[in-house]
């Protein structure tokens, strides 16, 4: 039984920064790609940034060099750094695991590709 558990957000003002943890249960992160996506209220779910199982991130084009994406395999832990945050940024957090572990893991939030987590809100104040 896949669990995702995710922690760290929060209220922050513009320019702040926060790290969100998701711990996994059930799996070993080594061997699945997992990801980030966000979603605000009144707007769809997007991917923010996913790592593959050998460590190669991707970012969505308007968080790319302000959050960072990694994972400690030896704690079973996703992580997202996020710095320079701005009201844009406020949405409900969640982290994400492929069901299957060949699986590729693209920013697109495609329900039946990925295991949830229940999600961490991020509010970011002007």
């Known amino acids: 039984q896949v669990q995702l558990v995710e922690s760290g957000g929060g209220s922050v003002q513009a320019g702040g920064s926060l790290k969100l943890s998701c711990a996994a249960s059930g799996s070993d992160l080594s061997n699945y790609c997992m990801g980030w996506f966000r979603q605000a209220p009144d707007k769809e779910r997007e991917g923010v940034a996913v790592?593959?199982?050998?460590?190669?991130?991707t970012y969505a084009a308007d968080v790319k060099g302000r959050f960072t994406i990694s994972k400690d395999n030896a704690e079973n832990t996703l992580y997202l750094q996020m710095n320079s945050l701005k009201p844009a940024d406020t949405a409900m957090y969640y982290c994400a695991r492929v069901r299957v572990s060949s699986w590729p893991c693209p920013l697109t939030p495609d329900t039946w590709r990925y295991h949830w987590g229940q999600g961490t809100q991020v509010t970011v104040s002007s």
């Open positions: 790592i593959t199982k050998n460590g190669t991130p």
